[in-house]
């Protein structure tokens, strides 16, 4: 397949990560839409930010959650000037137009194939309506287009209605319900207490949730993130965020807190038609459980590349630690710890992003 356009690097996806890579490989002096051009599968701008419930708030201020090279606009609220999902998508939408990433949309990519044998030659990024060739892919496609349902007994015989967080979008649809909520992280605790203010819930977790100290937000997270990796580059242990517990507690947590609902039950062993049976054999009739389980990378774009190991991973590796260790012409950003501390974040996706571009700036140049 003859592709329509060469470029020195395509990327994949134009959300968070995406941008943030377009800012760095502008700042390194290629131009958009000659030398990079960013594709995206959504038909506007924002990433997966406009899909996400709509009560959906940040963990930090504005400033503690913004993109390399412009701050987010302030939000204050009674919220302690967290902002809310619609701010975020107005500021990815503002932040494209300002560096001019201009994004070629809808267009899902499918796959990613070798144009041929040559390890230095291009690689050819497919999707309908559309075919280009690139030196170097960088996938930031992230996650929230593959939920994690697990498969759970009964799952098939409940009658009732399941959602998965990202499926989810506002308690009144809910309203005189009773639900049941699933997972013991942040997604979990934000739709169970706005769902809890029209509807009864129940909470129920793999193991007890751990939540932050009310002085904790995603500051002091991103500081501890950043701690871990110049820990790492030391060869120095560090825990992370993860000593620190899950569930930072925003305004709404802490309301729901204070109403007596942040109470969760260990998890229950199976579906049944009509609700949830737990271990002890009791039973508990629902009309809706809410998934709030996660998500995986979506990656099903690069299987042509064949860069899994043999537990279904990809390895990485590279001064960035974001490169392919099996297709050095690609790079993964905005997935999580295993391809960049804290880059799935807002704030924290720039490291990622601007080490990744300076493999690529080098390896262009050689």
């Given amino acids: 397949m003859s592709a ?22 502008q700042r390194a002096g290629l131009v958009p839409g000659d030398d990079f051009v960013l594709v995206d599968a959504a038909d506007r701008p924002g990433g997966s930010w406009p899909r996400m419930w709509d009560g959906l708030r940040l963990f930090s201020p504005a400033t503690y959650s913004s993109l390399p090279g412009w701050l987010m606009p302030p939000w204050d609220d009674a919220a302690r000037g967290f902002p809310p999902r619609d701010h975020v998508v107005a500021y990815l939408r503002a932040y494209e137009e300002r560096y001019r990433l201009a994004p070629l949309r809808p267009h899902r990519v499918r ?166 049976a737990r271990a002890d054999g009791r039973t508990l009739s629902c009309d809706a459980v809410i998934w709030c389980t996660g998500f995986r990378p979506a990656l099903r774009h690069l299987a042509p590349l064949h860069m899994r190991d043999d537990r279904g991973r990809v390895p990485v590796s590279g001064a960035a630690g974001t490169r392919s260790a099996r297709e050095p012409r690609v790079h993964l950003v905005g997935y999580g710890d295993w391809v960049g501390a804290a880059s799935a974040t807002l704030i924290g996706v720039g490291r990622s992003a601007k080490a990744t571009v300076a493999e690529i700036v080098d390896s262009l140049q050689k």
């Fill in 4 to 25: 329509e356009a060469s470029y020195d690097v395509v990327v994949l996806g134009a959300g968070q990560a995406g941008l943030a890579v377009g800012y760095h490989l």
């Fill in 111 to 276: 796959a990613v194939r070798r144009a041929d044998d040559d390890p230095s030659g291009p690689l050819i990024v497919e999707s309908p309506g559309l075919t280009l060739a690139a030196r170097h892919v960088v996938s930031a496609t992230g996650t929230w287009d593959q939920p994690f349902w697990p498969t759970y007994p009964g799952a098939n015989d409940f009658l009732g209605t399941q959602l998965h967080s990202s499926t989810y979008r506002r308690p009144e649809e809910l309203a005189g319900q009773r639900v049941v909520v699933v997972g013991g992280g942040n997604s979990a605790a934000q739709v169970l207490a706005e769902v809890s203010t029209v509807a009864e819930v129940t909470w129920v977790t793999q193991r007890p949730p751990r939540f932050l100290p009310d002085d904790v937000d995603g500051r002091v997270l991103f500081e501890t993130a950043t701690a871990r990796v110049q820990a790492q580059r030391e060869g120095r242990a560090h825990d992370g965020v993860g000593g620190l517990g899950d569930i930072v507690m925003v305004a709404s947590v802490r309301e729901a807190r204070g109403r007596g609902v942040l109470e969760a039950e260990p998890m229950f062993e199976r579906l049944v038609p009509d609700g949830i």
